[in-house]
Structures are given as structure tokens and as C-alpha cells.
């Protein structure tokens, strides 16, 4: 069973130094993420992950190293001004990345996109490398726990996936400790009945994250299958991802996560 606290609020990262929209100023993207994230903390989440989702468009899963040296910073700099649990999610799907900087800031977990099976996505193929992700896990940073997408958003599946075996393959062969599901894009609400099917496929004691779509107003039908929430949109300005965090907005999440049970 997971340490990490159930409810997670997405800090997004403007865009970094070397990609196509970075502004030239790595002190305002840094400003921003601290700004948003104590935000979070001010509204009650009691748990963070760290995105490089200004950064699009991604590379599948090798990030350069100035992607790698900006999120270590930014990683750093939200620990620090909040003092919550925090995770790591290196777009498109560099795990290694994600371990190595929580390895070196003390981040509690990271999400993996494509941890096995491949997924073709608007970056190409991405097969998963679990295999070289927990043995960097086992040699750099054991104790964070990796949380892996099934089936995961901005991505279609190869004919004939079954999604109960990739959910359970996910667990059992790629060793991830939560199975996050989606919807089919950022903000999207993921199909309930997937979902039902990947709980059910999973072991009783692994949390099935809900990694897109959530709201204040369908949290609890969420949470009839899911045990644990990202979420990042829906807190925004104006629900759009790219905005600063709303704290009404967030208040309003916490409160109606705090009706159910999951903060």
C-alpha cells in the first residue's frame, strides 16, 4: 500500500530553458511554481506533483539535460516553500529522469506514463522500460514509490490490448506501486467503466489513482473506483491548465474531498 497521501495537486511548470516557449526567464518560471504551489498548501492539499507540462512538444522519453537541471531546481524550490509530500513526472515518459531528480531532492514518488506495454502517442511509439526503471529505482532512491498510468491520456492503445492484463501486468511485471487511469486528454474525465475493469483486474491493496477530469462536482462518483486523485486542471483559473491555481477553486476541491473521506 502507498505512503503517498490520496490527494495530489498538479503544480504545472511554465515552459523550460532549451524549449520552444520558454520565456528567457527561469526565475519566473520558478516564482510561478513556488506561487502555485503554496497556493495548494494554503487550500489544504497535503501532497504535489511536479510537471514539465509547459514544455510541449515532448520528447517520447529521453529529456535533455537542461530539462533535467530546470525540474531539479523547480522540484527543489516547491519542497522547500511547502514542505508537502511531492512527486516528479518528466514529460513525455522519462522515468529515469523522474527518479534521478526525486533521488537528489527528496521527492516521495514519480508518474510514469508508459511504464510497460506500448502506447502510440502524439510523440510516436513509447514502450515501456520497466525493467531499466526499477533497477535505477533499487540503486538510486528505493524508497520512491512509482505510480504508473494504464492506458494512459494523449495516447491509443495497440488493437487487442486487453486493459484488466496491462493493469495487471503493470503491477505485477513492472512492479508499479498505484495505477493511475485517465481520460483522453488533460482535464478529460476518464470512462468509469474502464476504470471498474482496471480496479478489478488489480490487487485490493494497489490505489487506482484518478489521473485526469476530477472535479468538485463528480469527485465523489470518482472515488466510487478510484482511491486516490490527481489533479490539476479544474483548479486553475478559468479550468484551463496553463493558468495560475485558483484558490477558490482549490478550497472548493479540498472541501469536497474532505466530504469524502480523501483529505
Same mark, same amino acid.
Given at each position: 500500500?502507498t505512503?503517498?497521501?490520496?490527494?495530489v *495537486?498538479?503544480?504545472?511548470l511554465s515552459?523550460?530553458?532549451?524549449?520552444?516557449?520558454f520565456?528567457?526567464?527561469m526565475?519566473e518560471?520558478?516564482?510561478r511554481a513556488v506561487?502555485?504551489?503554496?497556493a495548494?498548501?494554503?487550500?489544504? +492539499?497535503? &501532497?504535489?506533483?511536479?510537471e514539465?507540462?509547459?514544455?510541449?512538444? +515532448?520528447?517520447?522519453?529521453?529529456?535533455?539535460p537542461?530539462?533535467?537541471a530546470a525540474m531539479?531546481?523547480?522540484v527543489?524550490?516547491? *519542497?522547500?516553500?511547502?514542505?508537502?509530500?511531492?512527486g516528479?513526472?518528466v514529460?513525455r515518459?522519462?522515468?529515469?529522469?523522474?527518479?534521478?531528480?526525486a533521488? @537528489?531532492?527528496?521527492? @516521495? +514518488?514519480?508518474?510514469?506514463?508508459?511504464?510497460?506495454c506500448t502506447?502510440?502517442?502524439?510523440?510516436?511509439p513509447?514502450?515501456g522500460?520497466?525493467?531499466e526503471?526499477?533497477?535505477?529505482? @533499487?540503486r538510486?532512491a528505493p524508497e520512491?514509490?512509482v505510480?504508473a498510468?494504464v492506458?494512459?491520456?494523449?495516447a491509443? $492503445?495497440?488493437? *487487442?490490448?486487453d486493459?484488466?492484463?496491462?493493469?495487471?501486468?503493470t503491477v505485477?511485471r513492472?512492479?508499479?506501486?498505484a495505477?493511475i487511469?485517465? *481520460?483522453?486528454?488533460t482535464?478529460?474525465e476518464?470512462?468509469?467503466?474502464?476504470?471498474?475493469v482496471?480496479?478489478?483486474a488489480i490487487?485490493a491493496?494497489t490505489?487506482?489513482?484518478?489521473?485526469?477530469? &476530477?472535479?468538485?462536482?463528480?469527485l465523489g462518483?470518482?472515488?466510487?473506483?478510484?482511491?486516490?486523485?490527481?489533479?490539476?486542471?479544474?483548479?486553475?483559473v478559468?479550468?484551463a491548465p496553463?493558468n495560475p491555481?485558483d484558490p477558490d477553486r @482549490?478550497?472548493? +476541491?479540498? $472541501?469536497a474531498?474532505?466530504?469524502?473521506?480523501l483529505?
Amino acid at each position: 500500500m502507498t505512503h503517498i497521501p490520496r490527494l495530489v *495537486g498538479m503544480v504545472h511548470l511554465s515552459a523550460l530553458p532549451g524549449s520552444p516557449r520558454f520565456g528567457g526567464d527561469m526565475d519566473e518560471v520558478l516564482h510561478r511554481a513556488v506561487e502555485d504551489a503554496v497556493a495548494l498548501e494554503e487550500a489544504g +492539499f497535503p &501532497a504535489l506533483m511536479v510537471e514539465n507540462f509547459g514544455d510541449a512538444p +515532448f520528447y517520447p522519453d529521453r529529456a535533455p539535460p537542461e530539462t533535467v537541471a530546470a525540474m531539479t531546481v523547480a522540484v527543489g524550490a516547491v *519542497g522547500r516553500a511547502t514542505g508537502l509530500t511531492v512527486g516528479v513526472n518528466v514529460l513525455r515518459n522519462d522515468a529515469l529522469a523522474a527518479l534521478g531528480i526525486a533521488a @537528489a531532492t527528496g521527492a @516521495a +514518488f514519480i508518474r510514469v506514463n508508459v511504464l510497460v506495454c506500448t502506447m502510440y502517442t502524439d510523440q510516436g511509439p513509447i514502450t515501456g522500460r520497466a525493467a531499466e526503471v526499477q533497477r535505477s529505482r @533499487a540503486r538510486l532512491a528505493p524508497e520512491v514509490e512509482v505510480w504508473a498510468d494504464v492506458m494512459v491520456k494523449h495516447a491509443t $492503445a495497440p488493437s *487487442g490490448t486487453d486493459p484488466r492484463l496491462a493493469a495487471l501486468d503493470t503491477v505485477e511485471r513492472g512492479l508499479a506501486d498505484a495505477v493511475i487511469v485517465s *481520460g483522453s486528454g488533460t482535464g478529460a474525465e476518464l470512462d468509469i467503466h474502464e476504470a471498474t475493469v482496471i480496479r478489478a483486474a488489480i490487487p485490493a491493496e494497489t490505489p487506482l489513482v484518478v489521473g485526469s477530469g &476530477a472535479e468538485a462536482a463528480n469527485l465523489g462518483r470518482l472515488l466510487e473506483v478510484a482511491d486516490a486523485v490527481i489533479v490539476g486542471s479544474s483548479l486553475k483559473v478559468d479550468g484551463a491548465p496553463h493558468n495560475p491555481v485558483d484558490p477558490d477553486r @482549490a478550497r472548493q +476541491f479540498v $472541501a469536497a474531498a474532505r466530504e469524502h473521506g480523501l483529505a
